[in-house]
């Protein structure tokens, strides 16, 4: 929530601040080109005591996730882009659970990620250097999971996942050529078709507005 009212009140300072016409506003003019990248960390370390069949237990988490995704794109018309997505993620998720006073167990979840997709983006200019857009993908994910553990057997599985999003986002103009680039959220529909080590296959689909890790992009992007 806190993150949905900075955004808002970044928008709203914009539009305060820009005083210009609308023939001053910034504009990205048909023709051009586009080459980007954009980049999420999540680093997440937490300690709770829970019970569990009259025992108390502490377990320590760490939670962590990289992603990077560079992108193309060209204007085919003013204040719109069109283009293509690649993108490489991992995370793992490490939990240790303590019996107080006693031996500990040790999990691991690691998962790595694959992306390609085809992407729209609207503009809307606010002053000369500043626009917010609003971006629409559709695209595949291919993961791969892991799972160890002290008292569990190495587990695999892999995951299909076709997705539609939309997200919004901020550019910010440092030069004519370069911004800085902000993304905060995604409204996304995703289809999964999941497959363990042992053969069994698992089908769902999920509609949902995120504002995890892995949806708050940060990066540059240069236009020419």
Request: charged share 25%; no cysteine.
């Given at each position: 929530m806190?993150?949905?009212l900075l955004f808002t009140a970044i928008l709203f300072m914009?539009?305060?601040?820009?005083?210009?016409?609308?023939?001053?506003?910034?504009?990205?003019?048909?023709g051009t080109l586009n080459l980007?990248?954009?980049?999420?960390?999540?680093?997440?370390?937490?300690?709770?005591?829970?019970?569990?069949?009259?025992?108390?237990?502490?377990?320590?988490?760490?939670?962590?996730?990289v992603s990077i995704f560079p992108r193309?794109?060209?204007?085919?018309?003013?204040?719109?882009?069109?283009?293509?997505?690649?993108?490489y993620g991992v995370s793992k998720i490490e939990n240790n659970d303590i019996e107080l006073g006693a031996e500990s167990n040790f999990f691991e979840a690691k998962t790595e990620t694959v992306t390609i997709a085809p992407?729209?983006?609207?503009?809307?200019?606010?002053n000369k250097n500043l626009a917010i857009y609003l971006q629409g993908e559709l695209g595949l994910n291919w993961s791969w999971n892991e799972n160890t553990g002290d008292t569990i057997e190495r587990t695999t599985s892999n995951v299909d996942e076709y997705f539609v999003a939309f997200r919004p986002g901020?550019?910010?103009f440092v030069s004519k050529g370069l911004a800085f680039e902000s993304s905060i959220g995604a409204l996304r529909y995703s289809s999964f078709d999941s497959e363990n080590g042992q053969g069994n296959q698992?089908?769902?689909?999920?509609?949902?507005?995120?504002l995890n890790a892995s949806d708050l992009l940060f990066g540059l992007s240069y236009y020419f």
């Open positions: 806190k993150k949905v914009a539009n305060l601040y820009s005083q210009e016409t609308a023939n001053d506003r910034l504009t990205i003019k048909k980007a990248g954009d980049f999420s960390l999540g680093i997440n370390n937490s300690e709770t005591r829970f019970e569990s069949f009259d025992q108390e237990f502490q377990r320590d988490s760490d939670r962590t996730s193309f794109g060209y204007a085919f018309a003013d204040n719109w882009l069109v283009g293509l997505i690649a993108g992407y729209a983006r609207r503009y809307f200019g606010l901020i550019s910010f698992t089908e769902s689909t999920n509609l949902d507005f995120s």
